[in-house]
């Protein structure tokens, strides 16, 4: 798969790459369709069903979440390729940046504008290596925090179509989503997300394959 021709590419600090505006719409919509279509299912989707009928996140009142290796998802074929293109796209400006295999990806609904705590990808789950985290922001705007070691934290306006790459001697870089800012997402998103934001991350995890 092909990234946008107009992608902006910034390197924030080795190992760290953001590509503002990396994805096209075409792209935008087939990923939100992707993500509505995966988040649909009963058992392993965005919603549980209660006993009283009524449907609810799974993660929390304003968050689904969705993690399992990237071949359980519907057309898989598409979405790694665009993972490794993405990341070879950073590494043409950013020599720290190291290869990487998309095993796992954790696929996050957000609802309503609460965000995520600071934290790192730091578990098993996440890969016991240094290779990227690759995220992927479709839909609403946030405001997408880091803490890169001898610097002051940073936050960054992650808007549909976004992506932020960390890895290498960054990998294990403290991370947080500030805020999601409700009614950003691009019109002709709506249809798909009305006013929400879905925000793709892929791992390269060999060490739980097995499990």
Partial sequence: MEISPRVGISVIAPGVVLLKGSLDES?????????????????????????DGSRVLNSDKGRGRMYDTCSKFPQSDKIEPLCRTLVDRARVEDTHMPQMQPTHLLLLYYATMDGMHWHTDSDANDGLNDHPIVSISVGNSSDFGIKVLGKPEMYIRLESGDAIIWGGPNRMLPHCVKEVFPGTSPSYLRPYLDNARLNFTFRDAPNILAE
Avoid: I, N, R
């Fill in 27 to 51: 792209m935008q919509v087939w990923l939100a369709q992707f993500a509505l279509e995966a988040g649909s299912d009963e058992k392993t989707g965005f919603w549980l069903t209660m006993p």
